[in-house]
């Protein structure tokens, strides 16, 4: 059980109210101790120190100091994930144990306990680093919930800084890998596809890494109605740096001549992905976003991941096709006729292109992205599948993502149109087929 659902555990156990404290025996159920979170209790007078040892060793390694420099020194030799520490204290004021006690240990979350409450010294200890306060006497459902409070915030925020650290660790692994690669053409092709792909979900785990921070920082306590979104933050970190996983397992399977396998996906919960996605990608941010689904969903048959992601790339293609303004509008239809291919094939500002396992038989889903840019240009259009080759009139940007997308087409069942009109923007037509079991919802 990881520290978070261990101290959402006790915020249930406050929840459930007094009676469930008297339950002592319900609660002896510790699996291993040597797992439980550590707590520090820092209070000169016995009765205090021994109640929070009563109250909380059950949920916690609760090591007492009977003054300030005893619960210094026990932070130095241990990391605590909560301490409480009593403001009145005749060796040492509780203001500068929780100064010295986060310059030890910044990331343990500090209650203080207070039993002649004043705001000035309210507001010292605050920002002294104290997480929240409690004036004697209090209940014991009143303390449980507010080292519950303190605990999670403390949990949330060690999960965010080994996210942080997770994605400093693949960027370093992924530089690493294309710079060996350079002797072998195909190997560092194949690595800058990476670093090329994993850019999106790199830039949406910074990005919500910036929001939860930002969050933070502006909170002296964590706010009971904050942790759900705060779970929601940390939520998408872990869908994201799964996403880096799977693109890296995609081109080492490339490297290995493995055969990709077709799956199924429910195209309009994809689509849904795709909009939260775009959301958070800097380009999206002056550019009108436009995704309309299927009226009803369906489930088409290609790789989940290898259409998330070409459609990441069409759409990250048109979103900076232009540094002005622009709209670009991602719509999915059903289309019950087979494709005249002999007229969608190269000439008058068009080209389409198909998977190797792509039938060209109804019923299927067309998801088409269309942009009013400034289009691709005639002679250009030919060559917008060849890596490092720009799509665009605006030569910024140039890159690999349609390359991408090329390569990632040819290996699934679907097939490509692309028309461009020269100052008048693009269109990207995406055919997939709906699984066969499913012919009805289209």
């Known amino acids: 059980m990881s520290l978070f659902h261990r101290f959402s555990n006790l915020q249930s156990q406050h929840e459930q109210g007094p009676g469930y404290d008297q339950g002592r025996s319900a609660r002896k159920r510790v699996p291993d101790r040597a797992s439980l979170p550590s707590m520090l209790v820092v209070d000169d007078e016995e009765g205090p120190r021994e109640s929070f040892k009563i109250i909380f060793e059950s949920d916690f390694k609760?090591?007492?100091?009977?003054?300030?420099?005893?619960?210094?020194?026990?932070?130095?030799?241990?990391?605590?994930?909560?301490?409480?520490?009593?403001?009145?204290?005749?060796?040492?004021?509780?203001?500068?144990?929780?100064?010295?006690?986060?310059?030890?240990?910044?990331?343990?979350?500090?209650?203080?306990?207070?039993?002649?409450?004043?705001?000035?010294?309210?507001?010292?200890?605050?920002?002294?680093?104290?997480?929240?306060?409690?004036?004697?006497?209090?209940?014991?459902?009143?303390?449980?919930?507010?080292?519950?409070?303190?605990?999670?915030?403390?949990?949330?925020?060690?999960?965010?800084?080994?996210?942080?650290?997770?994605?400093?660790?693949?960027?370093?692994?992924?530089?690493?890998?294309?710079?060996?690669?350079?002797?072998?053409?195909?190997?560092?092709?194949?690595?800058?596809?990476?670093?090329?792909?994993?850019?999106?979900?790199?830039?949406?785990?910074?990005?919500?890494?910036?929001?939860?921070?930002?969050e933070t920082q502006r909170w002296t306590f964590l706010p009971s109605d904050k942790v759900e979104g705060l779970r929601r933050h940390v939520h998408q970190i872990h869908k994201e740096v799964r996403?880096?996983?799977?693109?890296?397992?995609?081109?080492?399977?490339?490297?290995?001549?493995?055969?990709?396998?077709?799956?199924?996906?429910?195209?309009?919960?994809?689509?849904?992905?795709?909009?939260?996605?775009?959301?958070?990608?800097?380009?999206?941010?002056?550019?009108?976003?436009?995704?309309?689904?299927?009226?009803?969903?369906?489930?088409?048959?290609?790789?989940?991941?290898?259409?998330?992601?070409?459609?990441?790339?069409?759409?990250?293609?048109?979103?900076?096709?232009?540094?002005?303004?622009?709209?670009?509008?991602?719509?999915?239809?059903?289309?019950a006729a087979a494709l005249d291919v002999s007229a969608l094939r190269r000439g008058d500002g068009q080209l389409f292109a198909q998977g190797t396992q792509f039938n060209n038989q109804p019923p299927m889903v067309c998801i088409s992205i269309e942009d009013n840019g400034p289009g691709i240009a005639s002679n250009s259009l030919s060559s917008i599948f060849e890596p490092f080759i720009t799509s665009k009139l605006n030569p910024n940007g140039v890159g690999l993502g349609l390359a991408i997308v090329n390569r990632l087409l040819h290996q699934s069942s679907a097939a490509l149109h692309v028309r461009s009109n020269p100052g008048l923007g693009s269109s990207f037509s995406l055919f997939v087929p709906v699984h066969p079991s499913l012919h009805s919802a289209a």
């Open 243 to 335: 996403r880096c996983s799977e693109v890296s397992d995609r081109y080492l399977k490339l490297l290995r001549t493995e055969n990709r396998s077709l799956g199924t996906v429910d195209l309009n919960a994809l689509l849904g992905d795709l909009k939260k996605l775009l959301s958070l990608m800097p380009s999206a941010k002056n550019n009108k976003v436009e995704i309309h689904p299927l009226p009803e969903e369906c489930s088409v048959r290609i790789n989940s991941t290898d259409l998330l992601q070409m459609l990441v790339n069409i759409t990250s293609n048109a979103l900076e096709c232009a540094s002005q303004p622009h709209q670009v509008r991602i719509t999915a239809t059903a289309w």
């Open 62 to 214: 609760v090591v007492l100091a009977e003054s300030g420099p005893a619960g210094l020194a026990a932070a130095s030799q241990t990391t605590f994930d909560v301490a409480i520490v009593d403001l009145n204290m005749a060796d040492m004021g509780g203001i500068e144990v929780i100064q010295r006690l986060k310059k030890l240990s910044p990331s343990t979350e500090i209650l203080m306990v207070t039993g002649f409450e004043s705001l000035s010294s309210v507001h010292e200890a605050l920002r002294s680093g104290a997480c929240d306060y409690l004036s004697k006497p209090f209940s014991v459902a009143t303390m449980r919930a507010a080292v519950a409070r303190a605990a999670q915030r403390g949990a949330l925020l060690k999960q965010l800084s080994d996210h942080a650290s997770q994605t400093d660790f693949l960027r370093g692994e992924l530089i690493r890998k294309a710079t060996e690669a350079h002797s072998n053409k195909a190997e560092s092709e194949v690595y800058a596809c990476i670093l090329h792909d994993i850019r999106n979900p790199l830039c949406i785990i910074e990005s919500l890494v910036t929001l939860i921070e930002e």
